[in-house]
């Protein structure tokens, strides 16, 4: 139980273009969703958490026009990367909130971005 | 403001020999949530350990045990019989609040834990 699948997992684009990751709790309804940013070597790097149904929560420097965040259904969240930069790239996760304790987050795999 | 502190950027050790990966913490909060996550290279972020602030006996998990010493704010995870599969990062992490639907996860730097045979 407490799958997290995260589509692609890795992903090439041109600079200027957007890009779509999904994260998808596969056997359990999720309200909270978390995304990350992990550096080559780094630690993870909360950029928002994620409300079913409501606007996303941005950490401070986050660019909310930047990082597009939907969660429009209890299993699925999305992250846009509106015209990506070479900047951009990075290794993303999501996470989702499990039910009980301990209240843990299972984390997706991780999708690997690579803006040219 | 909460910190996480993982002081060793790299460890190595023998097959079958025990590690201890060493955890720091600073919090005002007297209700917190300690974690260890293992990132294998493959880059998914595998839960391993949790201690709430408020349990009395440290935890375990098969070969995972935290060392919870409160009055010193430290979680220190350690790994028995030690395997190459266990040859991973390795990250603290801790949560104000016992729960709720948007307390955040805070993470240490990380240790990188080599086994070698």
């Known amino acids: 139980g407490a799958v997290v699948s995260q589509h692609p997992s890795r992903v090439i684009c041109k600079s200027g273009t957007s890009v779509k990751i999904e994260c998808r709790s596969l056997d359990f309804q999720a309200t909270t969703m978390f995304w990350y940013r992990q550096f080559p070597k780094k630690s993870l790097m909360l950029m928002a958490t994620s409300n079913e149904g409501s606007k996303a929560t941005y950490e401070q420097g986050v660019e909310k026009d930047k990082f597009l965040i939907n969660h429009a259904s209890l299993t699925l969240s999305t992250l846009t990367v509106t015209s990506a930069h070479p900047e951009d790239s990075s290794f993303y996760i999501c996470?989702?909130?499990?039910?009980?304790?301990?209240?843990?987050?299972?984390f997706g795999p991780g999708t690997r971005l690579t803006v040219l | 403001a909460q910190k996480i502190t993982q002081t060793q950027p790299g460890m190595f050790v023998q097959e079958k020999e025990a590690v201890t990966l060493d955890c720091t913490y600073d919090?005002?909060?007297?209700?917190?949530?300690l974690f260890w996550y293992k990132q294998p290279s493959s880059g998914e972020m595998i839960f391993l350990i949790y201690?709430?602030?408020?349990?009395?006996q440290n935890a375990t998990e098969g070969r995972y045990s935290l060392n919870f010493q409160k009055a010193r704010k430290s979680a220190n995870l350690v790994i028995s019989a030690s395997q190459l599969g266990d040859s991973a990062m390795y990250f603290c992490a801790m949560r104000e609040g016992l729960g709720g639907a948007t307390n955040k996860l805070i993470f240490g730097t990380g240790t990188l834990l080599a086994v070698q045979p």
């Open positions: 996470s989702a909130r499990g039910q009980g304790r301990p209240d843990t987050q299972y």
């Open positions: 201690q709430g602030s408020y349990d009395q």
């Open positions: 919090t005002s909060d007297p209700s917190y949530g």
